[in-house]
């Protein structure tokens, strides 16, 4: 169960095939994830952000300390599912977040995507996608 009376954000880390496919374009490391999470908790600290974290590699509960967080330890239809019930989604350029997005109404802000990427349906007018400031915008009006 997660938190109803708090910001619930789902963190998508997707490491295994991201390290070489695409010269690792999309792969961030864990130190890039607890970044994002500690600039969004500081901007919107007044939520009190609850993290949950999703990765395809086996992750450890001291690997966020110092945040609010739970690891998801479901299979993948359970946590995209888990995904999709949470506020937003940070992670990488992915269609298994953005698929959750869509299915749960929610936003997912992909780390690394710029214009002109090459996945020109991620410049489409998806209502899922955000940068950090629609992000931001899109909270503050909620």
Same mark, same amino acid.
């Given at each position: 169960?997660?938190p109803?009376?708090r910001?619930?954000?789902?963190?998508?880390?997707?490491? #295994?095939?991201y390290?070489t496919?695409?010269?690792?374009?999309?792969? =961030?490391? @864990? +130190?890039?994830? #607890? +970044?994002e999470? /500690?600039?969004?908790? *500081? #901007?919107?600290?007044?939520?009190?952000?609850?993290?949950?974290?999703f990765?395809? +590699?086996?992750?450890?509960? !001291?690997?966020?300390?110092? =945040?609010?967080?739970?690891?998801?330890?479901?299979?993948?239809?359970?946590?995209?599912?888990r995904?999709?019930?949470?506020d937003?989604?940070?992670g990488?350029?992915?269609?298994?977040?953005?698929?959750? /997005?869509?299915?749960?109404?929610?936003?997912? @802000?992909?780390?690394?995507?710029?214009?002109g %990427? +090459?996945?020109?349906?991620? !410049?489409?007018?998806?209502?899922?996608?955000?940068?950090?400031?629609?992000? %931001?915008?899109?909270? *503050?009006s909620?």
């Open positions: 169960a997660l109803t009376d910001l619930r954000v789902a963190v998508h880390i997707r490491h #295994r095939d390290r496919w695409n010269q690792g374009r999309f792969f =961030f490391s @864990l +130190e890039r994830f #607890r +970044e999470m /500690a600039s969004l908790r *500081a #901007r919107h600290a007044t939520r009190r952000p609850f993290f949950v974290i990765s395809d +590699e086996p992750r450890h509960e !001291d690997e966020f300390a110092g =945040f609010d967080h739970v690891v998801s330890r479901g299979n993948l239809v359970e946590d995209r599912h995904m999709s019930r949470c937003l989604i940070i990488p350029c992915s269609t298994f977040s953005l698929w959750a /997005a869509f299915a749960g109404g929610i936003k997912a @802000l992909h780390l690394g995507r710029t214009a %990427d +090459e996945f020109s349906w991620m !410049d489409s007018p998806l209502p899922a996608l955000v940068t950090a400031q629609q992000l %931001d915008d899109h909270l *503050a909620r």
